[in-house]
C-alpha cells in the first residue's frame, strides 16, 4: 500500500483534492440550507406581514360598518324612519298590557364573550428566534455564570 | 521537473496559506480595535426597532346596547418626497379633493423643510375623499407607459382609527368627547379616560428577518355600558326642547334616574352639541358649567327643598303629618320679615296643607322649633356642600352655608328651609330626595352600568349614601306627597299611575336682590308611589308664561312620566297590583 502511493503520489494529490472538494460541496450543500431557509423565513415574515395588514384592515372595516350600523339606527334615524312609514308616538291611553305567563323583563345588555381573553405577553420561545451563534453565546455565557 | 513543481506548489501553498493568515489576522484586528465598538453600538442601534402599540379606544354603549361611541376609519395623507415625480399632478388632486390650496401644496411640495424626506399633507381625512384619491393614484399609474410611474406616485395613506358618535347630539352632555390628541373631555370620556384608552405597549422589533418576533395583542381599552337609555334620553332632549318653546324658558334640564339604585337613565339638556364636531365646543358653551348643567350648574332650588326640610321634621321628631299651626302669612325670623308665596295667611294647616300649599311660613316655623343644629346636621347629611360623586366629570359641590360661616346669618335659618339662600345641582336634589322615595336610603347618582375587559362583563353594584331619615319617615313623606299632588290636582299627575313630588319655583337673585318675575321652576316626582321606579327632575331656567313651577315644570313631568312608563314597561297601578297579587 505504502508502495503503491510512494510509485504515484498523484494519488495523495488526489485524496487532498477530493477532500477538498467535499469540503466544498458541504459548504455549499450548507450555504443552500441556509439560503433556503432565509428565503422561507423571509416569506413566512412576509406573509405574516400581510396576515397583520388583512387583520387590521379586517378590524378597521369592522369597527367601520359597527359604528355605520349605529349610526344607521340611530334614535334620530330611526324615528325619520318610523314617521315615514306611517307610525307615530303612540299615546298613553291607546297602550294594552297583556298578562303573559314566564314573560321576563328585558335586562340590560350583556356584551360577555365566549373568546378567550386578549394576551398581552409575548410568548414566543427563544428556540423560534435564536440563531446558533446566538445559542452558542447564551451557552457559553451561561457555563462562565455557572463557573 | 516534478521537484521544480512541488517547489512551486509548496510556494503557492505558502503564499496563500499567508494571505488566509493575514486575512484571519485583520479581522481579528479589526473586530478588537476601538472603531469595531463603535460599529457594534451602531449595529445594535440598527438592530432592533422600538415600536409603540397603542390599543384601541373601548366603546361607550347604552343600556339596551346601542353604541354611543365607537371609531370609524380616518387617513393620514403625506407625501414621500423622494419619490415625487409630479408635484402638481398631486397638488392638483389635493386640493381638488380636500378642498385645500392648491399653490400652497405645490410651493410646500418644491420646497420642502430642510431634512425630511416624508410630509403630512392631511390628516383625519373621511375615508371616502381617502379612498378617491387612492383610486385616482391606481388608474393614474394604471395608465402610465410600461416602466414609468403614474402621476400621484409619491402620495401615500395611512389609515388610523378616530372616535365616532353615532348619536351626534344625543346624550352629549353625559359622554363628553375625545380631542385629536385622543384625550377625553366632559362626562364619561373625561372620567373614564384612563380606563377607555387602555395601556400602550412598547416592544423592540428585530430588523434581522431570522428573528421571529411576536406583535403584540394589545388588549383594546375597557368597553363601558352606560345605564343610560337611549330612547329615554331621545324623548328627554325631544320633550325638553319643546317645553323651552312652550313655556319660554332659557334652558332647561330633565334628569331621569331609578331612585332605587341611582342609576341614571336620562339626563337631558337643552344645550347640546354634535361630538363629531367637538371643535364647536366654544360656540355652543360660555363656560364648562354649561356643558352639563344637571351636575355643573348651582342654583338656588326653591320649594322642592320642602321635601327634605319636612324629612328633618319629621325625623327629628319636630312635628308629625297631624301637627297643626296658625299661619299668619308671615313670619318674623333673624329681623326678616318671610311671606309666604302668595303673601297670603292659610289659618290653621297640618303639616299635610303645609306641603300642598307650600307654605313658606310653615317651614320657617317648623326650623325655628328644630334648631339650626338639628336642621343643617340633616341637610348635611342630605349631601349639600358635597360631591354626590356622580361619575361625570366636572361636578360641582354647590353650597350651604351654615352657622360659624362668616356669611351666615340667622335668616338664613328661614330662608334655607324652603329652599332660598342654598346652591345646589339637580344631580344633588336627587341623591337627597331619593331617600325619601327609597325608604330612607340614598343613592349615589350614577351612569356607569358595566364595564367589558378580555371579553368579560363586570357589573357595577349600586353604592349608598347613608340613610339620613329613617324608613317610617320616608314612607309617611312619601304617602304626604302623593296625598298633596292628589288634593292640589296637580298638572303633574300621571293617568293611572299614583305619583308623588313637589314643585318649586325659586325667585332668581338679579343684582342682590330677588326678582320676583324672574325664576327657576322646578318639580320632583317620582312613581309609581308605592314602589317608586321612576324620579324625574324637571328645571326650566327663567319661564315666560308664567313664574310658576307648578304651571310650567310640573305639566312637563307629567308629561315625561307618561312617555317613561311606556318605554320602561311599567305597567298601570291597578295592573301592576293585580300582577302582584297574582306573584
Same mark, same amino acid.
Given at each position: 500500500?505504502?508502495?503503491?502511493?510512494?510509485?504515484?503520489?498523484?494519488?495523495?494529490?488526489?485524496?487532498?483534492?477530493?477532500?477538498?472538494?467535499?469540503?466544498?460541496?458541504?459548504?455549499?450543500?450548507?450555504?443552500?440550507?441556509?439560503?433556503?431557509?432565509?428565503?422561507?423565513?423571509?416569506?413566512?415574515?412576509?406573509?405574516?406581514?400581510?396576515?397583520?395588514?388583512?387583520?387590521?384592515?379586517?378590524?378597521?372595516?369592522?369597527?367601520?360598518?359597527?359604528?355605520?350600523?349605529?349610526?344607521?339606527?340611530?334614535?334620530?334615524?330611526?324615528?325619520?324612519?318610523?314617521?315615514?312609514?306611517?307610525?307615530?308616538?303612540?299615546?298613553?291611553?291607546?297602550?294594552?298590557?297583556?298578562?303573559?305567563?314566564?314573560?321576563?323583563?328585558?335586562?340590560?345588555?350583556?356584551?360577555?364573550?365566549?373568546?378567550?381573553?386578549?394576551?398581552?405577553?409575548?410568548?414566543?420561545?427563544? %428556540?423560534?428566534?435564536?440563531?446558533?451563534?446566538?445559542?452558542?453565546? %447564551?451557552?457559553?455565557?451561561?457555563?462562565?455564570?455557572?463557573? | 521537473?516534478?521537484?521544480?513543481?512541488?517547489?512551486?506548489?509548496?510556494?503557492?501553498?505558502?503564499?496563500?496559506?499567508?494571505?488566509?493568515?493575514?486575512?484571519?489576522?485583520? !479581522?481579528? *484586528?479589526?473586530?478588537?480595535?476601538?472603531?469595531?465598538?463603535?460599529?457594534?453600538?451602531?449595529?445594535?442601534?440598527?438592530?432592533?426597532?422600538?415600536?409603540?402599540?397603542?390599543?384601541? &379606544?373601548?366603546?361607550?354603549?347604552?343600556?339596551?346596547?346601542?353604541?354611543?361611541?365607537?371609531?370609524?376609519?380616518?387617513?393620514?395623507?403625506?407625501?414621500?418626497? &423622494?419619490?415625487?415625480?409630479?408635484?402638481?399632478?398631486?397638488?392638483?388632486?389635493?386640493?381638488?379633493?380636500?378642498?385645500?390650496?392648491?399653490?400652497?401644496?405645490?410651493?410646500?411640495?418644491?420646497?420642502?423643510?430642510?431634512?425630511?424626506?416624508? !410630509?403630512?399633507?392631511?390628516?383625519?381625512?373621511?375615508?371616502?375623499?381617502?379612498? @378617491?384619491?387612492?383610486?385616482?393614484?391606481?388608474?393614474?399609474?394604471?395608465?402610465?407607459?410600461?416602466?414609468?410611474?403614474?402621476?400621484?406616485?409619491?402620495?401615500?395613506?395611512?389609515?388610523?382609527?378616530? &372616535?365616532?358618535?353615532?348619536? @351626534?347630539?344625543?346624550?352629549?352632555?353625559?359622554?363628553?368627547?375625545?380631542?385629536?390628541?385622543?384625550?377625553?373631555?366632559?362626562?364619561?370620556?373625561?372620567?373614564?379616560?384612563?380606563?377607555? +384608552?387602555?395601556?400602550?405597549?412598547?416592544?423592540?422589533?428585530?430588523?434581522?428577518?431570522?428573528?421571529?418576533?411576536?406583535?403584540?395583542?394589545?388588549?383594546?381599552?375597557?368597553?363601558?355600558?352606560?345605564?343610560?337609555?337611549?330612547?329615554?334620553?331621545?324623548?328627554?332632549?325631544?320633550?325638553?326642547?319643546?317645553?323651552?318653546?312652550?313655556?319660554?324658558?332659557?334652558?332647561?334640564?330633565?334628569?331621569?334616574?331609578?331612585?332605587?339604585?341611582?342609576?341614571?337613565?336620562?339626563?337631558?339638556?337643552?344645550? *347640546?352639541?354634535?361630538?363629531?364636531?367637538?371643535?364647536?365646543?366654544?360656540?355652543?358653551?360660555?363656560?364648562?358649567?354649561?356643558?352639563?348643567?344637571?351636575?355643573?350648574?348651582?342654583?338656588?332650588?326653591?320649594?322642592?327643598?320642602?321635601?327634605?326640610?319636612?324629612?328633618?321634621?319629621?325625623?327629628?321628631?319636630?312635628?308629625?303629618?297631624?301637627?297643626?299651626?296658625?299661619?299668619?302669612?308671615?313670619?318674623?325670623?333673624?329681623?326678616?320679615?318671610?311671606? @309666604?308665596?302668595?303673601?297670603?295667611?292659610?289659618?290653621?294647616?297640618?303639616?299635610?296643607?303645609?306641603?300642598?300649599?307650600?307654605?313658606?311660613?310653615?317651614?320657617?316655623?317648623?326650623?325655628?322649633?328644630?334648631?339650626?343644629?338639628?336642621?343643617?346636621?340633616? !341637610?348635611?347629611?342630605?349631601?349639600?356642600?358635597?360631591?354626590? @360623586?356622580?361619575?361625570?366629570?366636572?361636578?360641582?359641590?354647590?353650597?350651604?352655608?351654615?352657622?360659624?360661616?362668616?356669611?351666615?346669618?340667622?335668616?338664613?335659618?328661614?330662608?334655607?328651609?324652603?329652599?332660598?339662600?342654598?346652591?345646589?345641582?339637580?344631580?344633588?336634589?336627587?341623591?337627597?330626595?331619593?331617600?325619601?322615595?327609597?325608604?330612607?336610603?340614598?343613592?349615589?347618582?350614577?351612569?356607569?352600568?358595566?364595564?367589558?375587559?378580555?371579553?368579560?362583563?363586570?357589573?357595577?353594584?349600586?353604592? #349608598?349614601?347613608?340613610?339620613?331619615?329613617?324608613?317610617?319617615?320616608? *314612607?309617611?313623606?312619601?304617602?304626604?306627597?302623593?296625598?298633596?299632588?292628589?288634593?292640589?290636582?296637580?298638572?303633574?299627575?300621571?293617568?293611572?299611575?299614583?305619583?308623588?313630588?313637589?314643585?318649586?319655583?325659586?325667585?332668581?337673585?338679579?343684582?342682590?336682590? #330677588?326678582?320676583?318675575?324672574?325664576?327657576?321652576?322646578?318639580?320632583?316626582?317620582?312613581?309609581?308611589?308605592?314602589?317608586?321606579?321612576?324620579?324625574?327632575?324637571?328645571?326650566?331656567?327663567?319661564?315666560?308664561?308664567?313664574?310658576?313651577?307648578?304651571?310650567?315644570? +310640573?305639566?312637563?313631568?307629567?308629561?315625561?312620566?307618561?312617555?317613561?312608563?311606556?318605554?320602561?314597561?311599567?305597567?298601570?297601578?291597578?295592573?301592576?297590583?293585580?300582577?302582584?297579587?297574582?306573584?
Amino acid at each position: 500500500m505504502i508502495h503503491a502511493y510512494r510509485i504515484a503520489p498523484w494519488r495523495i494529490q488526489r485524496q487532498w483534492i477530493g477532500n477538498a472538494l467535499l469540503a466544498v460541496v458541504v459548504l455549499a450543500m450548507v450555504a443552500a440550507l441556509y439560503l433556503n431557509i432565509t428565503s422561507q423565513t423571509a416569506v413566512a415574515g412576509r406573509e405574516i406581514q400581510e396576515l397583520n395588514n388583512t387583520i387590521i384592515l379586517s378590524q378597521q372595516a369592522s369597527s367601520d360598518l359597527h359604528t355605520e350600523l349605529a349610526s344607521l339606527t340611530s334614535a334620530t334615524a330611526m324615528e325619520t324612519r318610523a314617521l315615514a312609514l306611517g307610525f307615530r308616538p303612540i299615546e298613553p291611553n291607546e297602550v294594552e298590557y297583556l298578562v303573559v305567563p314566564g314573560y321576563v323583563k328585558p335586562q340590560p345588555v350583556n356584551l360577555s364573550s365566549e373568546s378567550l381573553p386578549q394576551l398581552s405577553m409575548l410568548t414566543i420561545p427563544p %428556540e423560534y428566534n435564536q440563531s446558533l451563534l446566538d445559542w452558542l453565546d %447564551e451557552r457559553i455565557v451561561t457555563s462562565r455564570g455557572f463557573q | 521537473m516534478r521537484q521544480q513543481y512541488a517547489l512551486r506548489s509548496q510556494v503557492l501553498a505558502g503564499v496563500m496559506a499567508f494571505v488566509a493568515l493575514a486575512i484571519i489576522v485583520q !479581522m481579528t *484586528r479589526i473586530q478588537n480595535s476601538v472603531e469595531a465598538d463603535v460599529f457594534r453600538q451602531q449595529s445594535e442601534n440598527y438592530a432592533y426597532e422600538l415600536k409603540t402599540f397603542y390599543p384601541n &379606544r373601548g366603546e361607550i354603549y347604552d343600556r339596551n346596547g346601542r353604541l354611543l361611541a365607537g371609531q370609524t376609519t380616518v387617513y393620514e395623507i403625506g407625501v414621500d418626497l &423622494r419619490n415625487v415625480r409630479d408635484a402638481h399632478a398631486i397638488a392638483f388632486a389635493i386640493s381638488r379633493e380636500l378642498e385645500m390650496n392648491y399653490d400652497e401644496i405645490l410651493g410646500v411640495l418644491n420646497d420642502p423643510p430642510e431634512g425630511i424626506a416624508y !410630509m403630512v399633507i392631511a390628516d383625519f381625512v373621511e375615508a371616502q375623499k381617502a379612498l @378617491n384619491l387612492q383610486s385616482l393614484k391606481k388608474a393614474l399609474q394604471d395608465q402610465a407607459p410600461s416602466g414609468s410611474y403614474g402621476g400621484l406616485t409619491g402620495l401615500q395613506f395611512n389609515a388610523h382609527p378616530q &372616535r365616532s358618535y353615532p348619536e @351626534n347630539t344625543l346624550a352629549s352632555n353625559i359622554i363628553g368627547f375625545v380631542n385629536r390628541e385622543g384625550k377625553g373631555y366632559f362626562g364619561v370620556e373625561e372620567n373614564y379616560d384612563n380606563l377607555l +384608552a387602555g395601556n400602550s405597549m412598547q416592544v423592540l422589533i428585530p430588523a434581522d428577518p431570522n428573528k421571529a418576533f411576536e406583535i403584540p395583542k394589545v388588549p383594546d381599552g375597557t368597553t363601558l355600558i352606560l345605564t343610560i337609555n337611549r330612547d329615554l334620553q331621545a324623548a328627554a332632549e325631544k320633550l325638553l326642547d319643546e317645553s323651552l318653546g312652550e313655556y319660554g324658558a332659557r334652558e332647561g334640564v330633565i334628569v331621569i334616574m331609578d331612585p332605587r339604585n341611582g342609576e341614571l337613565l336620562a339626563v337631558a339638556t337643552s344645550r *347640546r352639541m354634535d361630538l363629531n364636531k367637538f371643535w364647536n365646543y366654544n360656540t355652543i358653551y360660555d363656560n364648562a358649567t354649561d356643558f352639563n348643567p344637571p351636575i355643573s350648574k348651582t342654583y338656588e332650588p326653591g320649594s322642592v327643598l320642602k321635601v327634605l326640610t319636612m324629612a328633618a321634621a319629621l325625623d327629628s321628631g319636630t312635628v308629625t303629618p297631624n301637627t297643626t299651626y296658625l299661619d299668619t302669612g308671615s313670619i318674623l325670623i333673624g329681623g326678616v320679615t318671610i311671606q @309666604n308665596w302668595d303673601r297670603n295667611p292659610w289659618g290653621v294647616q297640618n303639616m299635610l296643607g303645609c306641603l300642598q300649599h307650600s307654605l313658606n311660613v310653615c317651614m320657617v316655623s317648623i326650623t325655628s322649633q328644630m334648631g339650626a343644629n338639628t336642621f343643617y346636621g340633616y !341637610m348635611d347629611s342630605f349631601g349639600f356642600g358635597h360631591l354626590s @360623586n356622580v361619575d361625570l366629570a366636572g361636578e360641582s359641590a354647590g353650597r350651604l352655608k351654615v352657622p360659624g360661616d362668616s356669611d351666615w346669618y340667622p335668616v338664613d335659618l328661614g330662608t334655607n328651609s324652603f329652599g332660598q339662600g342654598v346652591a345646589v345641582t339637580p344631580i344633588q336634589m336627587l341623591a337627597a330626595v331619593s331617600a325619601v322615595a327609597n325608604d330612607g336610603r340614598m343613592v349615589t347618582p350614577h351612569v356607569l352600568y358595566a364595564m367589558v375587559r378580555d371579553g368579560r362583563q363586570y357589573n357595577v353594584p349600586p353604592q #349608598y349614601a347613608g340613610s339620613p331619615i329613617s324608613e317610617a319617615t320616608a *314612607r309617611t313623606l312619601n304617602e304626604m306627597l302623593a296625598i298633596s299632588l292628589e288634593a292640589e290636582a296637580s298638572e303633574a299627575l300621571v293617568p293611572g299611575y299614583r305619583i308623588a313630588g313637589k314643585t318649586g319655583t325659586a325667585e332668581i337673585p338679579v343684582n342682590g336682590f #330677588y326678582s320676583s318675575f324672574e325664576t327657576n321652576a322646578s318639580f320632583i316626582g317620582w312613581g309609581p308611589a308605592d314602589e317608586p321606579q321612576f324620579m324625574i327632575y324637571v328645571w326650566l331656567e327663567k319661564p315666560t308664561t308664567s313664574p310658576w313651577g307648578s304651571e310650567t315644570a +310640573a305639566p312637563v313631568f307629567s308629561e315625561m312620566a307618561q312617555k317613561t312608563v311606556i318605554l320602561l314597561n311599567i305597567p298601570p297601578d291597578n295592573i301592576r297590583q293585580q300582577l302582584r297579587a297574582l306573584k
